[in-house]
């Protein structure tokens, strides 16, 4: 009967694996559409939104200050059921929380009595979390005096090395028996990284020594905020000078019987701008994220996913009237939907299209971009303007005169193909298009 009653747990346990990680595939493919995009949330105020962690019954929290306020994705996905959230009020925690529901336990960063920031655990007693406690943490554990020359001596950086600071923003892995978090060790690429800690099998209450999540993830930028989803998708933002701009949120994925996390990408500029981005939470419903970029309520707010109908707006006024000469009219289709750099394989067809321009010595030419009808009509001007500011930089890197080309995004309004249905129209509606003008 044991056996069964053990069999039993293994098969819900897997299914429900099994469904998170078609969820959090689901909601990656969803918010990334084009259908959605990211807006200052209407609970926002003046004050920042600090991070955020997932709870209980379906709830997320993030702090103002000092108050912790919860709430629930609503019917429009913006936030809902707002209200606060006395219980984690007076932990002391710093950054995000990590919420296991099966132990009753809260996992939380906060500074210690000598100024580190360390891991705790609180234990949920009847709706309040009690008995809070450091967690036992191998290689990290005071010891009487400093020790040298091994990998462990490195992980007791916290109680010897004056200026490091310690474990940051948990959260949980491998339904409660790992923690990951971002840290500044010794040991690390650089700034702060992604580690995770294990429960010891051996040892219980005792936790393994911090490893590195990947070298695939970790460098010598910043690495922080990770959030992971059925141990198949790791969360994350990170500062690369390759990015948008500022703090960029980053996926990584691996299989779950596989042991080490992919390439991490960039979610890309639905997701992302030149300001910061970090903290990304969500569930199987929606997905948030803290963003200090312009048209916010104050320093950092929350962002929603925000559905919107396309519409059609009147017919954009361009800048100037353009005659397009017979001969010449050259259309661009490289474009991924909502991308703004071209596709490798059209290299050769920039190259022919810069030989042709240089036929006409002293010519000037203008170059504009367009997009499919998904998206709203502000989003996609900004994406057919870097488009159309992407074609033109090549072609002065490749020595066209820049005061010979004006750049200008046209959006969705003049479609090759209006009301576009399949994907093979929507592609030949994203492209760019070089007129030769006439003076």
Known sequence: MKNIVTMKKALFTFVISALLAT???GVERRFGTGFYEFNSSKQNNKKDEQPMSAYKDGFFVFFRADTAYKFKPGKDLDLANVEQCPELMGLGIQGTFAYDRNKGKLYFSKKDSQGNSELYEATDDDGKWKDVKKLKIKGTMAQAKEVHGSSLAIGRWNHYVPGVKGFFNPCIGRAGRRIYFSGEFMAGKGGRDIWYIDQDKDDEGMWTKPEPVSDEINSQNRE????????????????KVTGKGGMDIYVSHKGAKEQYWGKPQNLGELFNTSADEYNAVGNAYSMYFLSNRQGGKGGFD????????????????????????KGFNWVLFFFDFGKTDMKPEYDAQLDELLRAMNEFPGGKFEISGHTDSRGSADFNKK???????????????KGYPANLIVSVGRGMEDPVIPNAELEEQHEQNRRVEIKLLNE
């Open 224 to 239: 922080d905020y990770p959030f992971v989803v059925a141990d198949t998708a790791l969360y994350f933002a990170c500062n």
């Open 383 to 397: 994406l057919s303007q870097k488009r159309a500011d992407y074609v033109r930089s090549l072609l002065i890197s």
């Open 302 to 325: 929350i962002y929603y996913p925000n559905k919107y109908n396309v519409k059609r707006t009147s017919e954009l006024t361009p800048d100037f009237t353009c005659d397009e000469p």
């Open 23 to 25: 969820n959090v595939w």
